[in-house]
């Protein structure tokens, strides 16, 4: 979240959000189950993150892919940085 790609930085108020029209995913994993995280704990670190970070910069649907059970050694075999 760098000044000058996703907001513009004003003398006053809030920055702009400058990712108005892009589209952005985020990628989670964790080592328990997807389920479990989205039904239990409702999600809330990644809803926040959105919130926060990515709306405040102007983007408003972000789609989400949630990886559970994932282990270091499986994120290395399966090449991770291969999301389409």
Not at 2 to 31: D, H, N, Y
Not at 33 to 57: D, N
Request: glycine share 14%.
């Amino acid at each position: 979240m760098r000044p000058g790609i996703a907001l513009e930085c004003r003398k006053q108020g809030f920055p702009r959000g400058l990712l108005a029209g892009r589209s952005a995913r985020l990628v989670v994993t964790m080592g328990m189950p997807a389920l479990i995280y989205r039904w239990y704990f409702r999600a809330h670190g990644v809803r926040e993150l959105e919130r926060s970070l990515l709306r405040f910069a102007g983007d408003d649907a972000c789609p989400r892919n949630s990886v559970g059970d994932v282990t270091w050694r499986e994120m290395q075999s399966d090449g991770v940085g291969s999301v389409g």
